[in-house]
């Protein structure tokens, strides 16, 4: 069986975790439901039609930096954030075209372990479970003419089926709440290169136990790759940070921090904006019947702040994992629906 798998990563919004899902949203740090850099070495394009399968496997090793270093661990820069993951996904390529675009369709499930060091605020933790399953029920891929720019478009959705545990809801991988994940890839593939830009955005509703709403996180993931031969290799970057700020309404207060005299105290405590910058590099080889390909990048960046707990409280909180990261795919093809079915072969005694 052929396997032209070069696009097979674009068509997936495939992420996870970056760290400790427990605590990123409602305990002082900052968290994404996606893996920072999720769409790095995809494309705009789409392979031929069939079903694909894909195992991806990363890790990441971080310390949390940011103001709340002082406010909130007292000075220990080296709390650390760990997390391995392992996810399977199958993508979906029927070979249907709408409003000129041609379609396809993405379902993940990631699973995955998380640590957090001991610091002055929290004891070391560690857990591992399910994370909340991804599906893409709609993407549509455009080609510009020849001239080899190609435009994708499609809605991620993560849906609260995780492991979740504790008193919000946060004590694991899960998490009870659902995000939204609107994206727009723009590819220039010609000649062997992949020249793309993915931007995607993560929209939470509120937390169905907590009711706390955390902000929209946007991102952007950079390939400029080219191939030669089996081999494809080339610098990749990504960018991520939050855009709209944490709310938490009344119904939300109980499940937050008292300060005697200031009573609940909501989102300040809370990392409210955070800019993290990554670069790195990817390297591919193409078997055939399956691709393999591995990135790693450094955080070169990154910054954290709640400006109204600065004003209210006198010190900021904010805290933002800063490392690197590995991952690994192996893409290969299931069924293709443009090949005639193998002939099962013959044997003879």
Known sequence: MKSNIKALVAAAGVAAFAFSPAEA???????????????????????????YMFNQVFTFQSNLTGPGVNAALGGNTRVGAQSAYDYQGFLFVPGWTFLGG???????????????????????????????????????????GTSGFVVKSGLGIWTPDGTIQGPTGLSNQGAPFWTFQPELIVSYLKDGWNLSVALYEEINTANSISHYTSGDIFHADFTATKTFGKWTLGPVAYYYGQVTNDSCAAACLPFTKVIPGLGPTGTLLNTQRFNVWALGGLVEYNFGPASLSVWATQEISAKASNPAALTTLGSDFSLIPKGSTVLATLSYRLIGFDEPAAKAPMFHK
């Open 25 to 51: 949203f409602e305990a002082g740090y900052a968290g994404t439901a996606s893996k920072a850099g999720g769409l790095i070495g995809a494309s705009a394009g789409v392979p031929p039609p069939g079903i």
């Open 102 to 144: 041609t379609y396809d369709a993405v379902i993940v499930q990631p699973f995955g372990q998380s640590s957090l060091g001991a610091s002055l605020a929290a004891p070391a933790a560690q857990f591992s479970g399910v994370h909340n399953t991804y599906i893409v029920p709609v993407e549509l891929s455009w080609k510009l």
